[in-house]
């Protein structure tokens, strides 16, 4: 059965095709796997960028990190469709990472405060997974759906695909040639931002259970949509 299609998502989605068919990144006339990579990369990242203009009410030290979230997802369908596959995978690392720091800085505003004001002080990431790992309201959720354990595996899978990188040939001009878009590669980019947005969506959306319930329909549609029934069930749930 297909999902419901969501009016906003569709008429965005033509828009960012329109966009990228004028300045010649797409051709006019695209082929259909490209169409369906691009079509699923924009219904991930718009569904995370969708947060920054829909939750309210949040915490000045929960805030930036919501921003960033929007400002890293934004950038990933241009990266995949030009070629830069370090650039997407460091991008979507950097959405998980935000993701951690909201819930736990969202908690914490005194150590907020200080990582601002001390350049040394800093949250190792180890540390933010095992906090959110062990929020009490995260924690009850991770057995209906398991977020934490895969945006875990999701961030093992980009460290090693951003470390696993060589440039072969000094001449700059060269090695620039070589990157390029590639349907292979982008189909394994579009999977690593499915993930992250499921995974991602899930946990905000439990962390702000009843912020998400008076979201629009058409809002939370578009979110809950990344994501397994299961996980939809079990939001539901938490309510």
Same mark, same amino acid.
Request: net charge positive; aromatic share 16%.
């Given at each position: 059965m297909a999902k419901p299609s969501s009016p906003a998502l569709t008429d965005d989605l033509k828009k960012v095709?329109?966009?990228f068919k004028d300045r010649n990144v797409i051709p006019a006339s695209?082929?259909?796997?490209l169409t369906e990579i691009v079509r699923r990369i924009h219904a991930a990242t718009y569904s995370l960028i969708l947060w920054r203009f829909?939750?309210?009410?949040?915490p000045v030290h929960g805030r930036p990190f919501i921003e960033e979230i929007a400002s890293d997802a934004l950038q990933i369908l241009p990266?995949?469709?030009?070629? !830069?596959?370090?650039?997407v995978k460091l991008l979507t690392r950097g959405i998980i990472e935000n993701i951690l720091r909201h819930? !736990?800085?969202?908690?914490?505003?005194?150590?907020?405060h200080k990582m601002n004001q001390d350049s040394k002080w800093f949250m190792p990431m180890a540390e933010l997974f095992t906090y959110t790992k062990t929020h009490p309201k995260l924690m009850l959720m991770e057995k209906r759906f398991d977020a934490m354990n895969r945006l875990s595996t999701l961030y093992s899978d980009l460290s090693t695909g951003v470390h696993g990188q060589a440039v072969s040939d000094l001449e700059m001009r060269l090695s620039l040639e070589k990157i390029a878009y590639a349907e292979s590669i982008a189909k394994k980019n579009a999977l690593f931002i499915e993930r992250c947005a499921s995974a991602s969506n899930f946990l905000l959306a439990v962390f702000h259970g009843q912020k998400v319930a008076k979201f629009q329909s058409e809002d939370r549609l578009i979110i809950f949509q990344t994501m397994p029934p299961r996980a939809r069930n079990a939001w539901r749930d938490s309510l």
């Open positions: 095709m329109a966009f695209p082929a259909v796997g829909r939750l309210k009410g949040v990266q995949v469709l030009l070629g !830069y596959g370090k650039t819930v !736990y800085f969202s908690d914490h505003p005194v150590e907020f």
